[in-house]
């Protein structure tokens, strides 16, 4: 008997939803809005004569899958993709039309695909190149549909195969009119009078227009999308173009109706020139990227703040945009001051277990709707508190905002948010009387690990086996040692009442972590990741301590030997950071926190580094985020295996890209070059630049400090001179 293995493969994976892997996608986003497609550009695929969509491709707009197929054909040929690029809301792809043109193995015909996402949509050139002897003509056929799935199903590899009927778009009608629940007619629309198709889902109609208007349209055509023909005769050395323009319209509000806030940020003035040749595409197409993933809040649509990730992160998550924001303040304080009024405005107020809300706390994540993935077991309400770390990083954030010179009305109408954080920090986080910030999903559907290693499997013993809950983090303490520390200071500031009380609750919380979480004897002694639900500590040696540094946790001798255990050869690859070491029996090199690098935790590791005056630790581990961010385009994945799969960095399948804190990372490589120290309500920056130079000569321009413009040059030796200094505030270099 002949047993077809690959028919059994694929009944099978029909049969077993899967979350969609997103590594070989290219993807632009301008902020609620994101483009992924295949290489060639295209989305969708032919299955079974129909056309359908493939995995996660598609155009999302506010959490909506508006489009899920969208194809360019030459007549009956798929175009061969030759070369493709991505960064911030752009997608270009080159393709080949090697049955067009002139015989022989030269190509001459190309096939030009500029993708820009735009408000609520995007907008699609096809250019049909010529560059043969003779005329080419020929009929460019664009597919297209939309399937209105929303994320979470996408994510649960759930999503339905059906496209939503279409109807044909007359000439002239306005994008966005009432046209919610209309019916295709199918079969052929005539040109005349028609610019494009439309369809709708219950929250958006996605109209799509055409310029110039198609030879022909068949609405709903056999197969299920809808196929727009041009007709195009291209003369030797002569560019034909076809623009394709999709906008999807709101049809009502979600709870979360946030838009794209790239254009409230102006980093036009930051350039960055370095013998270093990583440095300049790293740290601009990471703030490219981190532009293009701002979103306003709806609330107060002048605030900002960066979404976490595309594709299923595009909304405002507690600890990542918290991170991102922090990152970026030596390029301004208006992201940081965005984020804080987002999260403050949604505090907690009440005790919710289904919502993981208590007064005081700061959400973990806002959706435009329930977020359902069954496969996961999670049922995510609206606005979901999950997160042990936000509300700490939101008071630090805070202080080293107003730090950067946030203006004293700006941090004090968030004053009553500050003090509402710190009973939380004081009153709630801490549930036992082992006085540890700890955390447990009484709900049963939410979150089972809520630091930022939040995968079920995250905590692990050195011996691989998983800890049990309630588990208090190592840097869940710390970050709140240096919170308290924070909040001491702006109170004191403000003459508020409670700092002599949070620096005696930060001195109490420094006892505890010495006393808790370090494990081991000798020169083998480092920093357990956790403390689990019977008291024990987690002997799992991981990335966690290197958020420890910087807080004000450590002494001296302490901070030695997390520097020294970082850059070992257990955690430290050419790459970056392990979250887990190569010795614990559950290390994989692409589990999701079990032996993957993360950008972000990289990048923390080596700003603690540097805040602790490690610098040649720090330059070692920056230099590591160089050397990966080369192998990935200069576009960071959310995360990567650095070690034991093949002799580069291999991104994570699922991995979101672009992300927010993996964007943001490209400014920590600054901060730990300049080592910048601000105190704005006393009027000075203070620099100390590793020396030697962490990346060789250097120039950078357009850092801010207090609102001014600044830039600076390093020389090979680390020594460095300001430029275009500003004459009202003191800059100096030590």
Known sequence: MTVNVAAISAENEQQIPRQPWLHELRVAVNGNVTALSAPSGDMGAVVAGSYVATGAQGVYVDDRRAV???TVQLGDEVPVPVADASSGERSDFLSSARQLGNPGADPTVEVRRARTVTAQGITEVVDVVSRADEVVETDLVLRLGG?????SVVKSGAAPSALLPGTPLAGGEAAGADRAGTQSPGGLSGVSGVSGVTWSDEWHRTDVTFDPAPTSLVVGAPGGAS???FHLVVAPGQT???????V???LRRSSFAASSGADRVDWSEISIDSVDR???PTVTSGLNDLRHLLLTDPEEPSAIFAAAGTPWYLTLFGRDSLWAARMALPFGT?????????????QGTSFDADRAEEPGKMPHELRRTTFVDPTAGIDLPPVYYGTIDATPLWITLLRDAWKWGLADREVEALLPNLQAAVRWLTQFAAPDADGLLKYLDTSGKGLANQGWKDSGDAMRWRDGHVADAPIALCEAQAYAVEAAGAAAELLTHFNLDGPDELRNYADQMRTRFRDRFWVGSGRERYVGLAVDGAGRTIDGLGSNMGHVLGTGTLNAEEVDRIAATLTSPALLSRYGISTLARDNAGFNPIGYHTGSIWTHDTAICAWGLAREGK?????????SLLSSAEAFDYRWPELYAGAGVLDRPVPYPASCRPQAWSAASAAVLISVALGFEPDAPAGRLTLRPARPAAYGQMTVRGLRFAGRSFGVRCAPDGSTELLDAPDDVEIVIE
Do not use: M, N
Not at 240 to 246: E, G, L, N
Not at 334 to 346: E, V
């Open 278 to 280: 990583r440095l300049e």
């Open 68 to 70: 899920s197929v969208l």
């Open 615 to 623: 610098r040649d630790e720090a330059t070692k581990v920056a230099q």
């Open 240 to 246: 034909s173009s076809v623009v394709a323009t999709v």
């Open 334 to 346: 208006d992201l940081a001051a965005g984020t804080l009024r987002a999260l403050a405005r949604r």
């Open 248 to 250: 999807a319209s709101r």
């Open 227 to 229: 196929v727009a023909t």
């Open 147 to 151: 399937d209105g799935s929303p994320i």
